[in-house]
């Protein structure tokens, strides 16, 4: 069983800062990409932020230049810092991994943590 905790979410004003956590736990035998995905009110989810597990980074044009995502192999855990943050942003914040339980086997992108919302005030 795999489990993805995520933390760090709240309330900020406009052109604040916060900084979401992801932890896996479980029967892991490694991670694929680990992401951030975001879904606002009325909105579909989007893609924010993938990160490989060699660290190569892409993230969505809408956040470039003041999100970084980054990670820790050996802990399992994704990081998304968030700076000026936009009223815009706000959305309930989902992270997602590609679990690789058995060696040989192909990642599993269907763990997902139970979401964390992030609500920036204008």
């Known amino acids: 069983q795999v489990q993805l905790v995520e933390s760090g979410g709240g309330l900020v004003q406009a052109g604040g800062s916060l900084r979401l956590s992801c932890a896996a736990s479980g029967s892991i035998f490694r991670i694929d990409n680990m992401a951030w995905y975001r879904q606002g009110p009325g909105k579909q989810r989007e893609l924010v932020a993938v990160?490989?597990?060699?660290?190569?980074?892409n993230y969505a044009d809408s956040v470039k230049g003041r999100f970084t995502i980054s990670r820790d192999n050996a802990k399992n855990t994704v990081w998304l810092q968030m700076t000026t943050l936009k009223p815009e942003d706000t959305a309930v914040y989902y992270c997602?991994?590609?679990?690789?339980?058995?060696?040989?086997?192909?990642?599993?992108?269907?763990?997902w943590g139970q979401g964390t919302q992030v609500t920036v005030s204008s």
């Open positions: 997602n991994a590609g679990v690789v339980v058995t060696p040989y086997r192909a990642p599993d992108y269907t763990y």
């Open positions: 990160v490989t597990s060699r660290g190569t980074t």
